[in-house]
């Protein structure tokens, strides 16, 4: 018998994120979309971290990219957490990820 493991995080009451399949399905309207490799994985991570406070950039970078023994730059770091921003906008969930400002506080600005 052949046994696959799904694993699932449900996000908020709203939405499920089904990383077999790298899906963010939004519960209410039915939406869902699927996310490429490296914005799934980012998303993931973020997910399995959000008992911190932070994630950290070595955090994102390290499970990311170094496990497939790639390097990503602080560029390439930001345009990856952009794009996903912009996915979860188009389904209407822009407060998930958010930037700490310079003064400390959380940014709650959207993109």
Same mark, same amino acid.
């Given at each position: ?10 996000? *908020?009451?709203?939405? %499920? /994120? ?5 899906? @963010? ?8 979309i ?11 991570c ?5 008992q ?13 990219? *170094?496990?497939?023994? %790639? /390097?990503?730059s602080?560029?390439?770091? @930001? ?11 188009d ?21």
């Amino acid at each position: 018998m052949d046994f696959q493991m799904v694993t699932s995080f449900m996000i *908020g009451n709203d939405l %499920l /994120f089904d990383t077999s399949e790298m899906v @963010l399905h939004h519960l209410k309207d039915g939406e869902s979309i699927h996310l490429s490799g490296v914005k799934g994985r980012c998303l993931k991570c973020l997910i399995s971290h959000t008992q911190q406070d932070i994630t950290t950039k070595k955090q994102i970078c390290d499970e990311v990219w *170094g496990q497939f023994g %790639l /390097f990503a730059s602080d560029s390439t770091l @930001l345009q990856t957490i952009y794009a996903l921003r912009r996915d979860l906008r188009d389904i209407e969930m822009t407060d998930l990820i958010v930037y700490p400002s310079p003064t400390g506080l959380p940014d709650q600005s959207g993109l």
